[in-house]
T-cell receptor, first 108, second 116 residues
Framework: DAKTTQPNSMESNEEEPVHLPCNHS???????IHWYRQLPSQGPEYVIH???SNVNNRMASLAIAEDRKSSTLILHRATLRDAAVYYC?????????FGTGTRLLVSP | GAVVSQHPSWVICKSGTSVKIECRSL??????MFWYRQFPKQSLMLMAT?????????EQGVEKDKFLINHASLTLSTLTVTSAHPEDSSFYIC????????????FGPGTRLTVT
């Protein structure tokens, strides 16, 4: 399974944009890039996913580098409820293999 | 979005006993279900993948005789931790996948197992 590298933690202030980076230099052509987040004592929650083009949904935006070796999850206006561990995952066929993720801290 | 439930949400059992955890997809049929384990302050570790009506595929290092997985229907998978020991205490999370044009995977809320 291709691996991802994320910073251990990041901090943000409320209502500011947050850019969460992810490196995946060994990504294969068929791997989808998925982002999930996990609040304490809860199961992961789907955020967004993409293959080659940038993607937007109501939760976030996903910017994918042209060579697909890195991607960035963008939260346009962080709220206190966005404080969580964010996982960047490469999905081949079906299974999702989680890395260590980035713990996002949001200050009021 | 689709909903996945787990039961129980938490359980305490004595060492040596077995515990069964249920995972249900409430409003969709899951072609595949997955079981994860998560220790405190660590990431999720995939334990096994199961498809309805067939044997589960276990990840390397996961004892299939200790963690029994049954996937009897497209909406229900169970994980039984047999002869539980304190080191099996963990947060167990299931997820269910479906393909309807695109592939989607949804996670349950998790089950906290404490073995005393």
């Amino acid at each position: 399974d291709a691996k991802t590298t994320q910073p251990n933690s990041m901090e943000s202030n409320e209502e500011e944009p947050v850019h969460l980076p992810c490196n995946h230099s060994t990504i294969s052509g068929t791997d989808y890039i998925h982002w999930y987040r996990q609040l304490p004592s809860q199961g992961p929650e789907y955020v967004i996913h993409g293959l080659t083009s940038n993607v937007n949904n109501r939760m976030a935006s996903l910017a994918i580098a042209e060579d697909r070796k890195s991607s960035t999850l963008i939260l346009h206006r962080a709220t206190l409820r966005d404080a969580a561990v964010y996982y960047c995952i490469l999905r081949g066929f079906q299974k999702l293999v989680f890395g260590t993720g980035t713990r996002l801290l949001v200050s009021p | 979005g689709a909903v996945v439930s787990q039961h129980p949400s938490w359980v305490i059992c004595k060492s040596g006993t077995s515990v069964k955890i249920e995972c249900r997809s409430l409003d969709f049929q899951a072609t595949t279900m997955f079981w994860y384990r998560q220790f405190p302050k660590q990431s999720l570790m995939l334990m096994a993948t199961s498809n309805e009506g067939s044997k589960a595929t276990y990840e390397q290092g996961v004892e299939k005789d200790k963690f029994l997985i049954n996937h009897a229907s497209l909406t229900l998978s169970t994980l039984t931790v047999t002869s539980a020991h304190p080191e099996d205490s963990s947060f167990y999370i299931c997820s269910a996948g479906r393909t309807s044009g695109i592939y989607e995977q949804y996670f349950g809320p998790g089950t906290r197992l404490t073995v005393t």
